[in-house]
């Protein structure tokens, strides 16, 4: 498996991943397509401060990461992986990437957000040393905060 970050000529597989995603992906990751709309403007050269990342095997996309907010200290990141790679360590290796990346730039750490019913999500989260920091009530949705530490860093 190779994880790149994602380029023009990948619009094409990323749509057949996107047509291909079902169930619980669809349901706490594309809601009303809005991920797959958002990540079409990468191609049209109108996505700022995203860095987009994929898994392929033989050409085929196993699954992505972004990082939005790559303007501010701490991006959020979102993460997708095909149905049938689900369970088989990919999430944790585009979320490892994706962290490399963000200290790489120097960013204080990644948020994300997810539905209080995605429990596969959650426990990856986890697993990758995330922290809930909060849950809004109204929409069912988790906050996750990573925070990086540096060498001048010290808890009192």
């Known amino acids: 498996m190779l994880i790149r970050e994602m380029q023009l000529r990948d619009k094409e597989k990323v749509k057949v991943f996107f047509q291909n995603m079902k169930g619980e992906s669809r349901a706490f990751f594309n809601r009303g397509d809005g991920n797959f ?3 079409m403007k990468f191609f049209d050269g109108e996505a700022e401060n995203i860095k987009y990342f994929i898994a392929l095997e033989a050409e085929e996309m196993l699954g992505y990461v972004f990082l939005m907010g790559m303007d501010t200290l701490i991006p959020e990141l979102g993460i997708a992986v095909a149905e049938h790679m689900k369970g088989k360590g990919i999430g944790y290796q585009l979320m490892t990437y994706a962290e490399n990346y963000a200290k790489s730039k120097n960013k204080g750490g990644i948020t ?3 539905h209080v019913a995605n429990l596969r999500g959650q426990s990856l989260y986890e697993k990758c040393g995330f922290s809930k ?3 809004h ?3 069912g ?3 996750y905060l990573k925070r990086f ?3 001048n860093y010290k808890e009192n």
């Open 37 to 39: 709309k958002s990540t």
């Open 112 to 114: 994300l957000i997810t």
């Open 133 to 135: 920091i909060g849950i």
């Open 137 to 139: 009530g109204a929409s």
């Open 141 to 143: 949705e988790i906050f």
């Open 149 to 151: 530490k540096d060498e």
